[in-house]
């Protein structure tokens, strides 16, 4: 399948031209989905005496991304063990688990079937194997570290019919994962919003749109421009670090500042959920994931399968599925992905493909589209696994003004939030030290 990337950048047409910074701050955080509410909220608290701002185009946080997805807290299972996907996603599983429990957000430890017919067993095996072999992420608690960060549990088809009757008689095993959970993840913006506003170096500011970024030609840092609401005219303030936490529009702002020939593509994958009424669920209690496609269609890890997830109020939804998006041919639209938002049942055929291959008894009448999400992908179909990048770059020679770049956080992002801020603030930024 050939998709085209899309190599726009920020003011591309040179709507707005430079304006000279009125005022500065410290940090600025690009993005208000829960990786840059979790960054925002750290840097305020690792620095208490430098400003951080945060600067979101919607009117509320994470109407993107953030509130698209499955809310799932992954255990951490799928990625090669030395990625930074599986670092940050077991090292933001455990934080994530503590923050909620500290601040009452809800959340539920499901766990999670992940379940195989007799060819595919091989593929359980492996991720059990590989599970056994990881080792506690860094910072860590020693208290923990004595326990394993990934415990799982093969198990057989009839034990995992005892967990989830209504299971295919042609699963013949299955991988148990305890450690996966559901999140709130509204709940979870929400308390980052409340730390941040109750710092007081903190500032949240909605519905303001990043329309122009320069590297500063006095002081060291970026002059970047911004809109609020349907404001024609830009106003201009000096950052001495950017934080690029845009999700969807990371590699947009990042262009704006690189050579036409070095700019990156940016790929939309789209991911529709399907809500469920109807036999063949009764009495669900785990989430069900089938084992991905693993012979020469797959998808590398661009997805896991239409599995069967829960909400806080038990119920039931499948998907997401994967529908790669490819962008209009006659202009560089960079939000053109948004037109594909809107939840059609034009993906249940197929769904309803998937899901019975392991729940058979899956009425596709039951079925009916609930929403939409679209995935950033810095790479296109069958380009292989693809890690989370953490990019740096400096306003001036001197190695002076940083902008730190997160590209391609999609999934296990909302799971990693928490231990990326850490990443980037505590690591890349010295806040460990400070």
């Not at 013949?172 to 979870?188: K, N, R």
């Not at 037109?339 to 769904?351: A, E, F, N």
Request: net charge negative; hydrophobic share 35%; glycine share 10%.
């Amino acid at each position: 399948m050939q998709v085209r990337g899309l190599f726009a950048a920020l003011n591309g047409s040179n709507k707005f031209v430079f304006k000279s910074p009125e005022y500065s701050i410290d940090h600025l955080v690009i993005g208000g989905g829960v990786v840059g509410l979790a960054v925002a909220q750290r840097l305020a608290q690792k620095f208490p005496g430098k400003s951080t701002y945060l600067v979101e185009r919607h009117r509320a946080a994470g109407e993107e991304t953030s509130s698209r997805n499955s809310e799932v807290i992954h255990a951490g299972l799928y990625y090669p063990p030395e990625s930074l996907k599986t670092h940050l996603c077991l090292r933001g599983r455990h934080l994530l688990y503590e923050r909620c429990a500290a601040h009452g957000i809800p959340f539920k430890k499901t766990g999670k079937l992940v379940v195989a017919r007799e060819e595919q067993r091989p593929y359980i095996e492996s991720l059990h194997a590989k599970a056994l072999k990881l080792s506690w992420p860094r910072h860590s608690n020693p208290v923990d570290t004595h326990s394993p960060i990934l415990p799982t549990t093969l198990i057989s088809g009839d034990q995992a019919r005892e967990l989830e009757p209504g299971l295919h008689q042609d699963i013949s095993a299955a991988l148990w994962s305890p450690e996966t959970g559901i999140v709130d993840s509204h709940a979870l913006m929400e308390s980052l919003e409340k730390d941040i506003m109750d710092a007081d170096n903190g500032e949240l500011v909605y519905s303001t749109k990043v329309v122009r970024v320069d590297p500063s030609r006095d002081e060291p840092g970026w002059v970047v421009q911004t809109t609020t609401g349907e404001a024609e005219e830009g106003d201009a303030l000096l950052a001495r670090t950017v934080i690029n936490c845009a999700g969807l529009s990371a590699p947009l702002i990042l262009n704006a500042i690189l050579p036409e020939a070095k700019r990156l593509p940016m790929f939309f994958a789209r991911g529709s959920y399907a809500s469920y009424r109807g036999p063949g669920v009764e009495h669900v209690s785990h989430l069900i994931y089938p084992c991905p496609a693993v012979g020469k269609d797959k998808h590398a890890f661009h997805s896991l399968g239409t599995h069967l997830t829960l909400d806080l109020q038990g119920k039931v939804r499948f998907g997401p599925d994967l529908d790669w998006l490819n962008p209009p041919q006659d202009h560089e639209d960079s939000d053109f992905w948004q037109k594909h938002l809107v939840p059609d049942d034009s993906r249940l055929p197929l769904m309803y493909e998937a899901v019975k291959e392991y729940l058979p008894k899956v009425s596709r009448n039951g079925l009916q589209p609930d929403y939409c999400g679209v995935r950033p992908k810095l790479v296109g179909p069958g380009a292989g696994f693809q890690d989370f990048v953490f990019r740096r770059d400096k306003a001036n020679g001197q190695g002076e003004g940083e902008m730190i770049s997160l590209l391609g956080i999609e999934s296990p992002g909302l799971t990693s939030s928490l231990a990326i801020a850490e990443y980037v603030v505590d690591g890349m930024m010295g806040g460990g030290s400070a």
